[in-house]
């Protein structure tokens, strides 16, 4: 049997359904879900979409002890590729040093029209990481 965990987090909007949004296993945190549904980024420009996606995934990289410098893997989804510009600055700005592999997808729609980009993520963990408590850490910079 292996070890797993399934959460939420509180920095992620709230689910609707029996869905989880991260899971660790082996080291590995996989995310998926991440939009800026329930932030103040919902409904304006895919930039700043990412931008909030960005935040909520630093801080959860933050809660597992680790930063986005651990990023292995994203996947962007979003309603059209005419944005591919206006994500490329974006990433470069919010993920400057993360080097992680990335795909863009082009969907037909996501779980709302306020909603532009959907984002996966897999982190690898530090080595002995812990279960988090979903709240990050004061003494973690």
């Not at 965990?5 to 296993?25: D, S, T």
């Not at 410098?69 to 206006?86: I, M, Y």
């Not at 990335?102 to 729609?109: A, Y």
Request: charged content about 15%.
């Amino acid at each position: 049997m292996t070890n797993s965990e399934r959460k939420n987090h509180p920095y992620l909007a709230q689910l609707v359904g029996p869905y989880v949004q991260a899971a660790k296993h082996d080291g590995l945190l996989f995310l998926s879900g991440l939009t800026a549904l329930g932030s103040s980024a919902q409904g304006r420009s895919v930039g700043e979409q990412l931008a909030a996606i960005g935040q909520a995934l630093a801080n959860i990289a933050k809660c597992e002890r680790t930063d986005l410098s651990s990023l292995v893997k994203v996947t962007l989804f979003v309603t059209s590729l005419s944005f591919a510009t206006e994500l490329r600055a974006a990433w470069s700005e919010h993920f400057a040093d993360c080097s992680a592999l990335s795909s863009l997808v082009q969907i037909g729609k996501l779980q709302s029209p306020d909603v532009l980009v959907e984002v996966e993520a897999v982190l690898a963990l530090p080595p002995g990481s812990v279960p988090s408590n979903g709240v990050p850490s004061s003494d973690l910079t």
